[in-house]
């Protein structure tokens, strides 16, 4: 198959802006989360955040396959959704907006690629995962399996490039079942990518066992010595604060780092500089999220979900570990409202 894809009379006007320089280093991102970071908690992320401590969000994974796919799209398109109050915030922030997309087919990454560019001027970015482990994904061919395939991940990346709008940057991992990051992410620094994400973990580790940031330093020191200065290295893998943030950058000379599971530790994570929240406060945070993610998603979306986030907010506090379990019920935005009035808590509906 021929690396060079061009869909019908899409004419691709070379306007990029490497946004990844335009900021001053360490640079900041919140990591694509699967059933994690659609536009409601995007939303909820960019109103905590404080300027300068959060330069970077991504989507969900969203499949090219089903994006291109007659049928399929309507089920898959919601994964690349930003309304227009998260639309506000990303600018009033200073913050950009990268579609995090997957798939194993060149030519339905450039059909996805001439989809974004014409259709959601909105994405300041595309994001090519080659980093995903789930066994059913890599099964595929997609993902962290594009590490043992690196023809097939420069036609992707080449089909990427020639019908994208933005800049087009890769995540992926430090090997599949052994670390091969010298051959790996050198083959990634010949394509000239604005940025290579590298979270410190092979495939077969999972979410298991510490990051290997010494493997990430790695990635740094090939791109210097390869001469790609445009390229940014950004590491991820274990970080909960701003502040391990800025170590981790200046420890292993890296431009960056992407936070992701750190999120649930704490939500407030890119506002450093604030107070420890009080109940109320995590509570009217709580809501905020849950009444968001009704009037947006309605009943397209099962409530359940919101389930996971309980636990970030219903914690800290005395008797949290009641409240959690009451809400951990929940059934819909009624019923968290019934649990907060027993709780003696009146939220404020901001939305």
């Known amino acids: 198959m021929s690396s060079r894809i061009f869909l019908g009379?899409?004419?691709?006007?070379?306007?990029?802006?490497?946004?990844?320089?335009?900021?001053?280093?360490?640079?900041?991102?919140?990591?694509?989360?699967?059933?994690?970071?659609d536009t409601v908690?995007?939303?909820?992320?960019?109103?905590?955040?404080?300027?300068?401590?959060?330069?970077?969000?991504?989507?969900?994974?969203?499949n090219t396959?089903?994006?291109?796919?007659?049928?399929?799209?309507?089920?898959?398109?919601?994964?690349?959704?930003?309304s227009e109050n998260e639309q506000k915030l990303l600018k009033e922030k200073n913050v950009k907006?990268?579609?995090?997309?997957?798939?194993?087919?060149?030519?339905?990454?450039a059909e996805t690629c001439k989809m974004i560019s014409e259709e959601m001027p909105y994405f300041d970015g595309i994001d090519i995962n080659?980093?995903?482990?789930?066994?059913?994904?890599?099964?595929?061919?997609?993902?962290?399996?594009l590490i043992t395939n690196p023809s097939l991940a420069t036609e992707i990346i080449r089909a990427c490039q020639e019908n994208s709008k933005v800049p087009v940057s890769v995540k992926t991992r430090i090997g599949y079942k052994e670390i091969v990051t010298k051959e790996w992410i050198g083959h990634l620094l010949d394509h000239d990518l604005p940025a290579v994400l590298i979270h410190g973990r092979i495939q077969a580790q999972m979410s298991e066992g510490l990051a290997d940031w010494s493997e990430i330093a790695k990635g740094a020191v090939l791109r210097d010595t390869k001469g790609k200065n445009d390229t940014v290295i950004i590491g991820n893998g274990d970080i909960k604060s701003i502040a391990e943030s800025h170590?981790?950058?200046?420890?292993?000379?890296?431009?960056?780092?992407?936070?992701?599971r750190g999120i649930f530790h704490d939500p407030w994570i890119f506002a450093p500089d604030r107070q420890?929240?009080?109940?109320?406060?995590?509570?009217?945070l709580l809501?905020?999220?849950?009444?968001?993610?009704q009037k947006t998603w309605a009943d397209t979306k099962n409530f359940r979900q919101l389930r996971r986030f309980f636990k970030i907010y219903a914690s800290n506090f005395k008797d949290a570990g009641v409240l959690r379990a009451a809400l951990m019920e929940s059934r819909d935005l009624d019923h968290v409202r019934e649990i907060f009035d027993k709780w003696g808590f009146t939220p404020e509906d901001k939305y």
């Not at 080659?130 to 399996?145: A, D, L, N, T």
């Not at 420890?276 to 009217?284: D, F, H, K, M, S």
């Open 9 to 37: 009379d899409f004419k691709l006007e070379k306007t990029l802006t490497n946004f990844w320089q335009e900021y001053d280093k360490p640079l900041i991102s919140l990591a694509p989360m699967e059933e994690v970071t």
């Open 41 to 62: 908690f995007r939303e909820i992320v960019l109103s905590q955040a404080t300027p300068g401590n959060l330069h970077v969000v991504y989507t969900e994974f969203a």
């Open 65 to 82: 396959d089903g994006l291109c796919h007659p049928i399929g799209r309507d089920k898959v398109i919601h994964r690349l959704q930003c």
């Open 97 to 109: 907006l990268v579609a995090q997309i997957w798939g194993s087919k060149p030519e339905k990454y």
């Open 130 to 145: 080659m980093g995903c482990p789930v066994p059913k994904i890599v099964k595929q061919g997609s993902c962290s399996r």
């Open 247 to 260: 170590q981790k950058c200046e420890d292993y000379k890296i431009d960056g780092v992407m936070i992701g």
């Open 276 to 284: 420890e929240p009080t109940q109320e406060e995590r509570l009217q």
């Open 287 to 293: 809501w905020d999220h849950a009444s968001l993610f």
